[in-house]
Structure formats: C-alpha cells, structure tokens
C-alpha cells in the first residue's frame, strides 16, 4: 500500500514537470509548428526550394528574435525581482549608440560589443536609484529614461559625428556560417549570445539561491528581508543586470545588422520586448518562446517579399503583425499572466 502511495505521488510529480515543461516551452514549440507549416506549403509550390526556404525562415526568425530577446530578458530579471522597466527601449538605443560609437572612433568593433552593455547599465542606475531610493513611480521613471536615452544619443549623435563629420561606421560583427545540405545558414555574434543568455537566465532564476531570493524580494519583500535577504541591494543589481541585456540588445541593431549608428534604430523593439515577458509569464524560456513568435511575424515579410517580389498590400500586412500581435498579448486575448506580486511597488524598510 505504500509503495503504491509513493508511486503514485511519483507520477504525480512526473506528470507535473512535464506540465511545467510544456508552459515554459510551448511558444517556441507554436513557433516551430508554424515553420512546419510553411515548408509543408513551400513543397507544393512549382519550382520551390522548400529546404532553402525554410532555413530562410528559419535564420530570419533567430535574427528579428534577437533584440526582443534580450528586451525580454532584460525586463525579466528587473520585473522578477519588482522593478517595472519600461525603459528597455531607451537602455537598448543607449547600448546601440555606444557601441557603434566606440567601433568607429577606435576602428574595433569588439570594444563597441564591451562598451555597449555598460552604458545599458550606466542608464539602467539612473532607473534604479530613482525608483528605489527616491520612490519615484516606475512608468514614470521608465518613461523619462526612453526620453532621456532618444534625446541624448540624437545629441551625441551629431556632436560626434555630423558636426565634426566623422567616419559614422562602426563595422559588423562576425557572422558564422554553414551549411545544411545545399542551404546556407547564417546566424550572427549577438544572437548565438542571446540563445546562450536564455538558458543562463532560466538556470539563474530558478536554480539558484540568488534567483530564489530575487523572486522573493517580487514577491514578497517584507517576508525576504524578515529572512535576512537585503531587498535594496537584490533590486539594485537585477536591474543593473537589466540594464547589461538592453545594452546588449542594443548592439543587434549596430553591430551585428548595418554597421552604424541611426537615431531611433531600435524602432519600438523595447515594447515588443516588454510584451513577450508578459506573453512569456515572466519565465526565460517562456520570454524567448513570444520572442520567436515575433521575430517570426517580422522576418515573415522579407521571405514572402524575397519569394513573390514587393506586394504593397502583403508587405503593409506581414509588416503591421508583430503591433498587431503585441496588442492581442497585452489586451489578455492569449491568456492571463499573474506578474510578480510586489512588482512596482517601491519597498520602505520599517
């Protein structure tokens, strides 16, 4: 009678891992189900190349995923931890002007990779100091931040660059490159280290003492430092670390895609990344899942325009689907996702 109560408990607990499994994974699993799809459909099509479009797909989809990725990750840590960051947008723009900046004035691109995360963290303290010392409300904070970074790197911008009329190219990151059967695959620095980023952060979060305690200070910060966790200092390094992936994002953009600076380049990629936290329950693996979802809605225009010409009508269509499915996350319509209960909520010690 036992043992069958104690195999009974184990499948219970089997059962409930690979539930867990599938929430956290089932965004890159509709993803992947979606390529599916569209190779299936490319097979039928008269003179088609269904293994080289779906690698197509396949290598647009990594590379469009890659800022909002990190985005994701970004406000993932600082959120978890019970910071709201809307300011991922102006800490990505941030990482992307430092980076492209240092590139050009020194000629090497990899310093501009280094640069680029710590001037992410360099605006992300601003962000914490004002929401966690002077208790200023986060949206606030985040939003004078996104001001702050679009007003400042346009100024730098043409202080460094047009007024004394420099040389704006930074070069690009190495790309790697290879073969499956006779397609090419292409996939660039900055999203192998975003790919690398998710599985780092899932361990983080919820294999670790310190992810206990930062899920703990969003929690519940009165009962984490009745256990003796400092709230203040858990809160000031999640979104330093914050600040670091944003920064790092930015350099998608700079780095890794064109190869200089542009005002406004990250083009909203912040906001998308914000809902695919919330579209991905606040989880890393859930987070990349959205991530996936959107770069595919983004990199699901260059294929059609590449495999049928340009279509105004379907390109303003492939091309408006990640607003549109951001709104669809946001309003609630794929399911309600419970944030971190102190999330927002400045912490006064007593």
């Not at 280094?114 to 985040?142: K, T």
């Not at 005002?263 to 990629?269: I, K, L, P, Q």
């Not at 990640?322 to 669809?328: A, D, L, N, R, S």
Request: proline share 3%; aromatic share 12%.
């Amino acid at each position: 009678m036992a043992q069958a109560l104690v195999d009974r408990e184990e499948k219970i607990d089997s059962t409930r891992s690979v539930r867990q499994y599938l929430r956290h994974t089932r965004w890159p699993l509709v993803a992947l189900a979606l390529l599916v799809l569209i190779f299936i459909w490319r097979s039928f099509g008269e003179n088609s190349q269904p293994l080289i479009d779906l690698v197509s797909i396949i290598t647009l989809t990594l590379s469009f995923a890659t800022p909002i990725t990190l985005g994701a990750l970004s406000g993932t840590f600082s959120e978890r931890s019970g910071v709201v960051n809307i300011g991922i947008e102006g800490m990505m723009l941030t990482g992307a002007f430092f980076g492209a900046m240092v590139g050009a004035l020194t000629g090497n691109v990899w310093l501009g990779l280094i640069i680029a995360p710590f001037s992410g963290i360099g605006v992300a303290l601003i962000h914490a100091v004002l929401s966690i010392y002077f208790r200023v409300d986060q949206i606030i904070s985040g939003t004078v931040i996104n001001i702050f970074a679009f007003g400042l790197t346009a100024y730098l911008y043409s202080l460094v660059f047009t007024s004394s009329r420099r040389n704006t190219d930074s070069g690009k990151l190495p790309s790697i490159e290879f073969k499956i059967g006779l397609a090419p695959f292409q996939i660039g620095l900055v999203s192998i280290l975003a790919i690398v980023l998710i599985f780092v952060a899932h361990y983080i979060i919820f294999y670790t003492t310190w992810g206990l305690r930062t899920r703990a200070v969003g929690e519940n910060p009165r009962a984490a430092d009745t256990a003796g966790v400092n709230v203040f200092k858990m809160r000031y390094i999640n979104v330093l670390i914050s600040g670091f992936l944003a920064g790092l994002g930015g350099t998608y953009f700079s780095l890794q895609v064109v190869g200089y600076f542009k005002e406004g380049m990250t083009n909203g990629s912040g906001f998308i990344a914000l809902a695919a936290m919330i579209f991905g329950k606040w989880t890393p693996l859930g987070a990349w899942g959205a991530a996936l979802l959107f770069g595919f809605c983004q990199g699901l225009d260059s294929a059609l325009q590449s495999w049928y010409g340009q279509i105004a009508w379907l390109h303003t269509i492939t091309q408006a689907l990640p607003y549109v499915v951001t709104i669809v996350v946001l309003t609630g319509f794929v399911g309600r996702s419970r944030p971190p209960a102190a999330v927002g909520v400045p912490y006064v010690k007593q």
